[in-house]
Protein backbone atom coordinates (compact mmCIF):
# COMPACT_ATOMS: atom_id res chain seq x y z
CA UNK A 1 0.00 0.00 0.00
CA UNK A 2 1.13 3.08 -0.94
CA UNK A 3 2.32 5.67 2.31
CA UNK A 4 0.48 9.02 2.23
CA UNK A 5 2.64 12.15 1.52
CA UNK A 6 2.59 13.60 4.95
CA UNK A 7 4.92 10.68 5.76
CA UNK A 8 7.72 11.59 3.13
CA UNK A 9 8.00 15.46 4.14
CA UNK A 10 10.52 17.19 5.69
CA UNK A 11 12.07 20.33 6.89
CA UNK A 12 15.45 21.82 5.74
CA UNK A 13 16.09 22.08 9.17
CA UNK A 14 16.03 17.75 9.93
CA UNK A 15 19.67 16.30 10.87
CA UNK A 16 21.22 13.85 8.50
CA UNK A 17 20.79 11.36 10.62
CA UNK A 18 17.37 11.64 11.42
CA UNK A 19 16.90 12.16 7.38
CA UNK A 20 18.19 8.89 7.70
CA UNK A 21 16.13 7.18 9.79
CA UNK A 22 12.85 9.03 8.20
CA UNK A 23 13.90 7.32 4.71
CA UNK A 24 14.27 4.15 6.08
CA UNK A 25 10.64 3.71 8.01
CA UNK A 26 9.11 5.01 4.68
CA UNK A 27 11.05 2.33 2.82
CA UNK A 28 11.06 4.57 -0.25
CA UNK A 29 14.16 6.00 -1.55
CA UNK A 30 13.56 9.76 -1.72
CA UNK A 31 12.08 12.34 0.60
CA UNK A 32 10.37 15.82 -0.34
CA UNK A 33 11.77 18.85 1.49
CA UNK A 34 9.14 21.58 2.30
CA UNK A 35 9.52 25.35 4.74
CA UNK A 36 7.58 25.98 7.16
CA UNK A 37 4.74 27.18 5.12
CA UNK A 38 4.66 23.46 3.52
CA UNK A 39 5.56 24.65 0.23
CA UNK A 40 7.84 22.79 -2.03
CA UNK A 41 11.78 23.51 -1.90
CA UNK A 42 13.25 20.21 -3.41
CA UNK A 43 14.26 16.32 -2.48
CA UNK A 44 16.63 14.56 -1.09
CA UNK A 45 17.18 11.02 -2.11
CA UNK A 46 19.15 8.03 -0.12
CA UNK A 47 22.02 8.64 -2.24
CA UNK A 48 22.40 12.11 -1.44
CA UNK A 49 21.85 11.38 2.47
CA UNK A 50 24.80 8.08 2.46
CA UNK A 51 27.30 10.07 0.67
CA UNK A 52 26.68 12.90 3.01
CA UNK A 53 27.58 10.02 5.58
CA UNK A 54 30.36 8.53 3.83
CA UNK A 55 32.53 12.03 3.29
CA UNK A 56 32.85 12.07 6.94
CA UNK A 57 30.30 14.79 7.87
CA UNK A 58 28.96 15.58 10.68
CA UNK A 59 25.60 13.39 10.90
CA UNK A 60 24.08 16.29 13.54
CA UNK A 61 24.39 18.60 10.34
CA UNK A 62 21.25 20.01 8.78
CA UNK A 63 20.61 18.27 5.10
CA UNK A 64 20.04 22.06 3.74
CA UNK A 65 23.54 21.32 1.77
CA UNK A 66 22.78 18.43 0.42
CA UNK A 67 19.02 18.31 -1.05
CA UNK A 68 18.35 18.98 -4.49
CA UNK A 69 17.01 22.30 -5.18
CA UNK A 70 16.30 22.22 -8.55
CA UNK A 71 13.85 18.93 -8.25
CA UNK A 72 11.56 18.38 -10.78
CA UNK A 73 8.17 18.66 -10.12
CA UNK A 74 4.12 18.55 -11.47
CA UNK A 75 1.34 20.47 -10.49
CA UNK A 76 -1.59 18.46 -9.64
CA UNK A 77 -3.75 20.16 -12.45
CA UNK A 78 -1.52 19.16 -15.09
CA UNK A 79 -0.73 15.45 -13.98
CA UNK A 80 -0.47 12.84 -16.66
CA UNK A 81 0.84 9.32 -16.27
CA UNK A 82 2.72 9.65 -19.27
CA UNK A 83 3.96 12.86 -18.90
CA UNK A 84 5.42 11.81 -15.48
CA UNK A 85 7.42 9.10 -16.32
CA UNK A 86 9.00 11.38 -19.32
CA UNK A 87 10.24 13.81 -16.88
CA UNK A 88 11.35 10.93 -14.57
CA UNK A 89 13.48 9.61 -17.48
CA UNK A 90 14.83 12.62 -18.82
CA UNK A 91 15.66 14.20 -15.09
CA UNK A 92 16.98 10.78 -13.48
CA UNK A 93 14.52 11.08 -10.82
CA UNK A 94 13.68 8.68 -8.37
CA UNK A 95 10.82 10.92 -7.51
CA UNK A 96 8.51 13.36 -8.91
CA UNK A 97 6.56 15.73 -6.11
CA UNK A 98 2.75 16.37 -7.19
CA UNK A 99 1.72 19.75 -6.16
CA UNK A 100 -1.01 21.76 -5.50
CA UNK A 101 -1.71 25.22 -6.93
CA UNK A 102 -0.13 26.69 -3.75
CA UNK A 103 3.11 24.58 -4.62
CA UNK A 104 2.24 22.19 -1.71
CA UNK A 105 2.72 18.21 -2.24
CA UNK A 106 -0.41 16.86 -2.20
CA UNK A 107 0.83 13.42 -3.98
CA UNK A 108 4.15 11.56 -5.28
CA UNK A 109 4.85 9.56 -8.28
CA UNK A 110 7.87 7.35 -8.35
CA UNK A 111 9.81 5.33 -10.89
CA UNK A 112 7.97 2.14 -9.31
CA UNK A 113 4.44 3.38 -10.11
CA UNK A 114 5.42 3.87 -13.75
CA UNK A 115 5.19 1.01 -16.44
CA UNK A 116 9.19 0.37 -16.65
CA UNK A 117 10.31 -2.58 -15.16
CA UNK A 118 11.98 -3.19 -12.40
CA UNK A 119 15.58 -5.28 -12.21
CA UNK A 120 14.21 -8.87 -11.91
CA UNK A 121 14.77 -10.10 -8.29
CA UNK A 122 14.22 -13.97 -8.53
CA UNK A 123 17.54 -14.63 -9.81
CA UNK A 124 19.89 -13.26 -7.34
CA UNK A 125 21.08 -15.74 -4.44
CA UNK A 126 21.60 -15.37 -1.16
CA UNK A 127 24.88 -17.19 0.27
CA UNK A 128 24.69 -16.77 3.91
CA UNK A 129 27.80 -18.25 5.69
CA UNK A 130 27.07 -20.09 8.56
CA UNK A 131 29.59 -22.53 8.56
CA UNK A 132 31.80 -20.77 11.39
CA UNK A 133 32.62 -22.80 14.82
CA UNK A 134 30.85 -20.02 16.83
CA UNK A 135 34.04 -19.68 19.10
CA UNK A 136 33.00 -16.39 20.87
CA UNK A 137 29.50 -17.80 22.01
CA UNK A 138 31.00 -20.71 23.69
CA UNK A 139 29.62 -22.86 25.53
CA UNK A 140 26.78 -22.39 23.99
CA UNK A 141 28.06 -23.38 20.58
CA UNK A 142 29.12 -26.43 22.05
CA UNK A 143 25.96 -27.85 21.84
CA UNK A 144 23.53 -25.81 19.53
CA UNK A 145 25.39 -23.96 15.92
CA UNK A 146 25.75 -20.23 16.14
CA UNK A 147 22.96 -19.80 13.05
CA UNK A 148 20.30 -21.51 15.95
CA UNK A 149 20.67 -19.25 18.64
CA UNK A 150 17.40 -18.02 19.24
CA UNK A 151 16.03 -14.12 19.68
CA UNK A 152 12.29 -13.02 19.72
CA UNK A 153 11.52 -17.06 19.79
CA UNK A 154 13.33 -17.54 16.69
CA UNK A 155 16.86 -18.43 15.60
CA UNK A 156 18.92 -15.83 14.30
CA UNK A 157 19.69 -17.40 10.23
CA UNK A 158 15.57 -17.24 10.06
CA UNK A 159 15.88 -13.58 10.93
CA UNK A 160 18.02 -12.87 7.89
CA UNK A 161 16.17 -15.49 5.73
CA UNK A 162 13.06 -13.64 6.36
CA UNK A 163 14.20 -10.42 5.88
CA UNK A 164 14.99 -10.83 2.41
CA UNK A 165 12.01 -13.48 1.25
CA UNK A 166 10.08 -10.42 2.69
CA UNK A 167 11.93 -8.26 -0.21
CA UNK A 168 11.16 -10.49 -2.66
CA UNK A 169 14.73 -12.75 -2.63
CA UNK A 170 14.17 -16.15 -1.88
CA UNK A 171 17.20 -18.49 -3.22
CA UNK A 172 19.05 -19.29 -0.17
CA UNK A 173 22.77 -21.18 -0.39
CA UNK A 174 23.84 -22.35 2.75
CA UNK A 175 27.83 -22.81 3.73
CA UNK A 176 27.75 -24.90 6.80
CA UNK A 177 30.48 -27.22 8.02
CA UNK A 178 30.95 -30.88 7.96
CA UNK A 179 29.77 -31.26 11.57
CA UNK A 180 26.73 -29.07 11.53
CA UNK A 181 24.21 -31.95 10.74
CA UNK A 182 21.77 -30.02 13.63
CA UNK A 183 21.61 -26.95 11.45
CA UNK A 184 21.15 -29.02 7.94
CA UNK A 185 18.61 -30.86 9.78
CA UNK A 186 16.70 -27.88 10.84
CA UNK A 187 17.00 -25.93 7.85
CA UNK A 188 15.31 -29.08 5.65
CA UNK A 189 12.48 -29.08 7.51
CA UNK A 190 12.16 -25.30 6.31
CA UNK A 191 12.31 -26.34 2.58
CA UNK A 192 8.65 -25.93 1.74
CA UNK A 193 9.15 -22.37 3.08
CA UNK A 194 12.33 -21.23 1.42
CA UNK A 195 14.55 -22.15 -1.53
CA UNK A 196 17.51 -24.14 0.08
CA UNK A 197 20.80 -25.61 -1.45
CA UNK A 198 23.84 -26.25 1.19
CA UNK A 199 27.58 -26.05 0.91
CA UNK A 200 29.64 -28.43 2.81
CA UNK A 201 32.28 -27.05 4.30
CA UNK A 202 34.70 -29.80 4.90
CA UNK A 203 37.30 -27.85 6.53
CA UNK A 204 36.95 -24.67 7.55
CA UNK A 205 36.70 -21.98 4.61
CA UNK A 206 36.71 -18.61 6.67
CA UNK A 207 33.82 -16.00 6.73
CA UNK A 208 34.65 -16.24 2.40
CA UNK A 209 36.05 -19.31 1.33
CA UNK A 210 32.46 -20.45 0.40
CA UNK A 211 32.66 -18.35 -2.43
CA UNK A 212 34.30 -20.58 -4.36
CA UNK A 213 32.12 -22.99 -4.54
CA UNK A 214 29.55 -20.99 -6.13
CA UNK A 215 31.77 -19.62 -8.71
CA UNK A 216 29.57 -20.21 -11.68
CA UNK A 217 26.98 -17.89 -10.64
CA UNK A 218 26.36 -15.18 -13.71
CA UNK A 219 23.94 -12.97 -11.44
CA UNK A 220 24.44 -10.02 -8.88
CA UNK A 221 24.08 -11.85 -5.62
CA UNK A 222 24.58 -11.59 -1.51
CA UNK A 223 26.70 -12.53 1.00
CA UNK A 224 25.55 -12.03 4.43
CA UNK A 225 27.20 -13.58 7.79
CA UNK A 226 25.17 -15.18 10.56
CA UNK A 227 26.09 -13.68 13.19
CA UNK A 228 23.80 -10.78 13.23
CA UNK A 229 20.18 -8.78 12.69
CA UNK A 230 19.75 -6.18 9.95
CA UNK A 231 16.65 -4.08 8.95
CA UNK A 232 17.11 -2.95 5.98
CA UNK A 233 15.79 -3.51 2.36
CA UNK A 234 17.42 -5.84 -0.06
CA UNK A 235 15.63 -4.24 -2.56
CA UNK A 236 17.05 -0.70 -2.04
CA UNK A 237 20.57 -2.56 -1.51
CA UNK A 238 20.55 -4.13 -4.98
CA UNK A 239 19.61 -0.84 -6.69
CA UNK A 240 22.04 1.37 -4.59
CA UNK A 241 24.93 -1.15 -6.15
CA UNK A 242 23.34 -1.16 -9.45
CA UNK A 243 23.21 2.44 -9.73
CA UNK A 244 27.14 3.12 -8.30
CA UNK A 245 27.99 0.26 -10.42
CA UNK A 246 29.88 -1.20 -7.80
CA UNK A 247 31.61 -4.49 -7.74
CA UNK A 248 31.47 -5.37 -4.62
CA UNK A 249 28.96 -3.08 -1.81
CA UNK A 250 29.56 -3.89 2.03
CA UNK A 251 26.76 -2.51 4.54
CA UNK A 252 27.92 -0.30 7.09
CA UNK A 253 26.11 0.71 10.45
CA UNK A 254 27.07 4.03 11.85
CA UNK A 255 28.29 3.69 15.33
CA UNK A 256 29.03 6.18 18.18
CA UNK A 257 30.57 4.83 21.41
CA UNK A 258 32.29 6.25 23.98
CA UNK A 259 36.53 5.62 25.08
CA UNK A 260 36.28 4.66 28.93
CA UNK A 261 39.10 6.65 29.59
CA UNK A 262 41.96 10.01 29.28
CA UNK A 263 42.81 10.02 25.53
CA UNK A 264 46.28 10.94 24.85
CA UNK A 265 47.32 13.02 22.17
CA UNK A 266 51.51 13.00 21.55
CA UNK A 267 53.64 14.89 20.37
CA UNK A 268 55.52 12.64 17.26
CA UNK A 269 58.59 14.11 17.19
CA UNK A 270 59.72 15.34 21.08
CA UNK A 271 56.97 12.78 22.83
CA UNK A 272 55.30 15.47 24.40
CA UNK A 273 51.67 15.50 25.64
CA UNK A 274 49.54 17.75 23.08
CA UNK A 275 46.39 17.71 24.73
CA UNK A 276 44.25 14.94 26.85
CA UNK A 277 40.84 14.14 25.79
CA UNK A 278 38.72 12.73 28.74
CA UNK A 279 36.16 9.88 27.93
CA UNK A 280 36.01 11.05 24.16
CA UNK A 281 32.84 9.84 21.91
CA UNK A 282 33.53 8.22 18.75
CA UNK A 283 31.67 7.81 15.59
CA UNK A 284 32.76 5.07 13.23
CA UNK A 285 31.26 3.03 10.77
CA UNK A 286 31.14 -0.55 11.11
CA UNK A 287 30.50 -3.44 8.92
CA UNK A 288 27.68 -5.16 9.19
CA UNK A 289 28.68 -8.23 7.36
CA UNK A 290 25.93 -7.89 4.41
CA UNK A 291 27.58 -7.72 1.14
CA UNK A 292 26.46 -7.62 -2.56
CA UNK A 293 28.65 -8.55 -5.34
CA UNK A 294 29.40 -8.71 -8.97
CA UNK A 295 30.60 -12.52 -10.53
CA UNK A 296 33.25 -10.31 -11.76
CA UNK A 297 34.70 -10.40 -8.19
CA UNK A 298 35.50 -14.27 -8.38
CA UNK A 299 38.37 -13.26 -10.36
CA UNK A 300 39.86 -11.93 -7.86
CA UNK A 301 39.24 -14.85 -4.59
CA UNK A 302 42.35 -15.50 -2.92
CA UNK A 303 44.34 -18.48 -4.21
CA UNK A 304 44.06 -20.15 -0.64
CA UNK A 305 41.25 -22.21 0.59
CA UNK A 306 40.32 -20.44 3.38
CA UNK A 307 40.25 -16.70 3.76
CA UNK A 308 37.97 -13.67 4.66
CA UNK A 309 35.68 -10.99 2.93
CA UNK A 310 38.70 -8.36 4.52
CA UNK A 311 40.80 -10.35 2.24
CA UNK A 312 39.11 -10.24 -0.75
CA UNK A 313 38.10 -6.66 -0.26
CA UNK A 314 42.02 -5.39 0.13
CA UNK A 315 42.31 -7.82 -3.27
CA UNK A 316 39.98 -5.48 -4.81
CA UNK A 317 41.40 -2.26 -3.63
CA UNK A 318 44.79 -2.96 -5.00
CA UNK A 319 43.12 -3.66 -8.12
CA UNK A 320 41.28 -0.33 -8.75
CA UNK A 321 37.93 -2.31 -8.63
CA UNK A 322 34.90 -0.26 -7.27
CA UNK A 323 33.65 -1.09 -3.62
CA UNK A 324 30.74 0.84 -2.00
CA UNK A 325 29.45 1.57 1.24
CA UNK A 326 25.75 1.49 1.97
CA UNK A 327 25.72 3.41 5.18
CA UNK A 328 22.41 2.27 7.69
CA UNK A 329 21.87 3.79 11.39
CA UNK A 330 23.13 2.01 14.16
CA UNK A 331 20.09 0.24 15.53
CA UNK A 332 19.34 -1.28 12.35
CA UNK A 333 22.55 -4.10 12.83
CA UNK A 334 22.71 -6.05 16.28
CA UNK A 335 25.85 -8.09 16.56
CA UNK A 336 25.31 -11.33 18.28
CA UNK A 337 28.20 -12.77 17.78
CA UNK A 338 29.59 -12.60 21.17
CA UNK A 339 28.02 -13.01 24.55
CA UNK A 340 27.86 -9.41 25.56
CA UNK A 341 26.35 -8.10 22.23
CA UNK A 342 23.87 -11.32 22.61
CA UNK A 343 22.94 -10.59 25.94
CA UNK A 344 22.09 -6.72 25.18
CA UNK A 345 20.28 -7.57 21.70
CA UNK A 346 17.78 -10.41 24.44
CA UNK A 347 17.28 -7.36 27.02
CA UNK A 348 16.13 -5.48 24.21
CA UNK A 349 13.87 -8.25 22.78
Known sequence: MKIRISQMIIKPEITV??????????????LIVVNDNKKFLGTITDGDIRKSILKKESYSSSIKKIYNRKAAYILKSKFNQNIAERVLRKKKHILLPILDKKMKPVDFFTIYDSKRKEIKLNKNIILIMAGGKGKRLQPFTSILPKPLIPVKGKPVILHIMNMFKSDGFNKFYISINNKNNVLKSYLSEMSKMYNLSFLKENNPLGSAG???????????????????????????????????????????????????YGVCEVNKINGKLNNMEEKPQKNVIANAGLYICEPKIFKYLPTKKSFGMNELIKNLLRKKRKVGVFPIKDTDWQDTGNWLDYMNVIKQS
Open 17 to 30: INALKKLSKTGERC
Open 210 to 260: ALKKIIKIKETFFVVNCDGLLKLSPKQLLNFHKENKNDLTLVAALKKFSVP
